[in-house]
């Protein structure tokens, strides 16, 4: 089992900057893949990035230059980050953590971005 808190969600004026964060806590050595997802009003849940156990890490087109994803440095590694900048109107969404083991996928409750003037 791996329970996952999220924070960091706010409003943030367009072309600014917030960082999520999602604190992992359980069976932390299973997981393999860590990722944020998203999901705005009225649309399906997307994959935003994702970082593997060794480091190689996949964006979503829409983000690609403007969001990062990183584990903490620390050794238990149990975070990780969402940097995302240049905010956009359009990045407005519960933006969720998830992590993949062999055995299951575990989700987090999800954190509100909002992106407004």
């Known amino acids: 089992q791996v329970q996952l808190v999220e924070s960091g969600g706010d409003l943030v004026q367009p072309g600014g900057s917030l960082r999520l964060s999602c604190a992992a806590s359980?069976?932390?050595?299973?997981?393999?893949?860590r990722a944020w997802y998203r999901q705005a009003p009225g649309k399906e849940r997307e994959l935003v990035a994702s970082?593997?156990?060794?480091?190689?890490?996949?964006?979503a087109e829409s983000v690609k230059g403007r969001f990062t994803i990183a584990i903490s440095g620390d050794n238990a590694k149990n975070t990780v980050y969402l940097q995302m900048s240049s905010l956009k109107v359009e990045d407005t969404a519960v933006y969720y953590c998830?992590?993949?083991?062999?055995?299951?996928?575990?989700w987090g409750k999800g954190t509100l971005v909002t992106v407004s003037s």
């Open positions: 970082i593997s156990s060794g480091s190689n890490t996949k964006y």
């Open positions: 998830c992590v993949h083991t062999v055995i299951a996928d575990y």
């Open positions: 359980g069976s932390i050595s299973s997981i393999n893949v």
